[in-house]
């Protein structure tokens, strides 16, 4: 079970006052929308994240260090970044004077992540109250929009409740492999092993605390990830590998259990015009 974070604790109230500061204190907001290269190389300490929807990336103390195969950004204190789809990218190890806030999405709503060096805190809100905001400031090539944008984002989030929460390791470690490893051919088995648990508590933890069974929200993931990447324009083949599916017709199958046009006719439609 994922455990509440208790609002007395004295590290909660010091990360929340700098959260609280941040619309205030935000500087420039940087995006970065190439992809979806990979990394040569490895770093210790290192997670590679590729994901199939916007995220943001703030910096409330410190320095944080994030790269993508081409480019690295270091962020200081207000600084954030903006990574759109399927952009291949990883967090530096936090050093032990910073603190790093993430925005990004699971299937419940839309995930507030906290990071220092040696804790670590989630929170959920619901998607559809920042979401448009999110779309709007990574589809804007306007800075000064961009960051105004922003700032509205975490004004919205700092007005809705939000309990934060400790995910035990186990959970961390299922989860942490959806985003490194479902577009490498990710097994349930894989999954619900890595987590250190017996399968059956492994599953029912899973299933629990991140709101659908492991096999569904793999799915749900890969078919995300080749919605953004049919919007890259590449070919249904190349997006099923790219996606993780085994073959094209795996992909075609789970496209239409979902209801919408085919993989090839999504890849045809004109992209969304920016809010």
């Not at 961009?146 to 299922?174: C, I, K, Q």
């Not at 605390?209 to 080749?226: D, E, I």
């Amino acid at each position: 079970m994922v455990t509440p974070v208790s609002v007395l604790d004295p590290t909660v109230r010091r990360w929340w006052a700098l959260f609280d500061q941040a619309p205030a204190a935000l500087g420039a907001v940087e995006r970065w929308e190439s992809g979806p290269a990979v990394f040569t190389d490895t770093q210790p300490g290192c997670i590679e994240e590729f994901h199939p929807n916007p995220t943001l990336e703030l910096c409330l103390a410190g320095t944080i260090r994030v790269e993508k195969p081409d480019r690295r950004c270091d962020l200081g204190p207000g600084q954030a970044l903006i990574i759109q789809p399927v952009v291949w990218h990883r967090v530096a190890p936090i050093r032990a004077d910073s603190l790093r806030f993430a925005l990004g999405f699971i299937p419940e709503g839309m995930n507030l992540y906290f990071h220092a060096r040696d804790r670590s805190w989630s929170g959920t809100v619901p998607a559809q109250l920042c979401r448009p905001l999110l779309d709007a400031a990574a589809a804007t090539a306007d800075p000064a929009t961009r960051r105004s944008t922003v700032a509205d984002l975490l004004r919205a989030l700092l007005a809705e409740p939000v309990e934060l929460f400790h995910y035990p390791p186990a959970l961390w470690r299922m989860v942490e492999l959806i985003w490194t490893r479902a577009r490498l051919g990710l097994t349930v088995d894989e999954m619900l092993a890595a987590s250190g648990l017996s399968r059956t508590h492994a599953y029912r933890l899973f299933t629990r605390s991140y709101g659908m069974p492991p096999k569904a929200a793999l799915t749900v993931y890969r078919l995300q990830l080749a919605e953004g990447l049919l919007a890259l324009g590449l070919p249904v083949g190349e997006v099923a590998r790219r996606a993780g599916f085994p073959h094209p017709d795996a992909l075609r199958r789970a496209w239409r259990a979902r209801g919408g046009a085919t993989p090839g006719r999504q890849r045809a439609l004109p992209p969304p015009a920016p809010s």
